[in-house]
């Protein structure tokens, strides 16, 4: 794999060897870690939020007084 940036104008050929292709993909490897560990932040803080509110979280259309024909029809397409 070859990584471009040309605004910086570093070129890698993709060489496992290659300090600047090591230190590249290390960078964003952590700004993707990163990244990840911020949305499931996100998403956690915001079911804690919505669950605090009261709000009903899952599938509108499957209410707790349907879940049985909704198992039982789940049941029957198999």
Known sequence: MDIHIIKQG????????DSTTKILFNAF???????????????K????AR???RIKLG????????????RRQKTLQK
Do not use: C, H, Y
């Open 29 to 43: 490897g952590m700004a993707a870690e990163l990244e990840r560990e911020l949305i499931s932040q996100r998403t």
């Open 51 to 53: 669950k605090a509110q």
């Open 10 to 17: 570093i070129r890698t050929n993709g060489e496992k060897s």
């Open 59 to 70: 599938n509108p259309n499957l209410a707790i007084d349907n879940a049985a024909e909704f």
């Open 45 to 48: 803080a915001a079911l804690v």
